[in-house]
């Protein structure tokens, strides 16, 4: 578990670069989602060009956008939040749910999957062993020094997932799909999310 010992500091430090910006999204994103200050245009970072809402200023668009489902929110979420204002689902899923997401995308901070590069220790399928016994599961995947946790627990019948460092999974070493939204580059995530039962 030496790999978890480094993957700590390295988190941490991760958090802290990214933790100012995260303050400066949340005071920013919303004067410039009042003004509705963004536009459709083809996404930089994807192959297929998929248009999304991006903010007009490229250089806030580059730290504080969604090249994946754009600044308004994926359609899910636009769905699931049908009540709210387009300006207040872009302030949710841009400052809040979503922070920093197109830092993901930055060379050098987090890696382009590479099939030979992926290790891991614990379950090799982490979720589908926690629904398949009803117990705890875990997972430590790493590429070079990026690494990223996975850990299920059942709680009352249902699932949680923990992730933690980059979001990289032990069965990224059989490929990685070119419509996975990891495939331009894997992202950070510190995450507790109810995956189901």
């Not at 400066?24 to 989602?33: D, E, F, K, N, T």
């Not at 990685?176 to 995956?195: E, T």
Request: with cysteine; proline share 7%; aromatic share 14%.
């Amino acid at each position: 578990m030496w790999r978890l010992a480094y993957s700590i500091p390295l988190w941490l430090t991760y958090c802290a670069v990214t933790g100012p910006l995260w303050i400066v999204g949340a005071l920013i994103i919303p004067p410039l989602a009042c003004a509705r200050a963004w536009e459709l245009r083809p996404s930089w970072a994807y192959a297929d060009k998929r248009p999304v809402m991006c903010w007009r200023v490229r250089l806030i668009d580059r730290v504080w956008g969604n090249a994946e489902d754009g600044v308004t929110g994926a359609v899910w979420y636009r769905d699931l939040h049908a009540d709210w204002s387009e300006t207040r689902c872009a302030i949710m899923w841009s400052a809040f749910r979503n922070p920093t997401n197109n830092t993901r995308f930055w060379p050098g901070v987090n890696p382009k999957i590479d099939p030979r590069r992926i290790h891991y220790v614990g379950d090799f399928d982490a979720e589908q062993q926690a629904r398949d016994t009803g117990r705890f599961s875990w997972s430590l995947t790493w590429q070079g020094v990026f690494a990223g946790l996975r850990v299920i627990v059942p709680v009352r019948g249902s699932l949680y997932r923990l992730w933690c460092g980059w979001k990289l999974r032990p069965s990224d070493r059989a490929g990685i799909d070119p419509n996975d939204y990891r495939f331009p580059r894997c992202g950070f995530a510190i995450q507790v999310k109810r995956i189901g039962d």
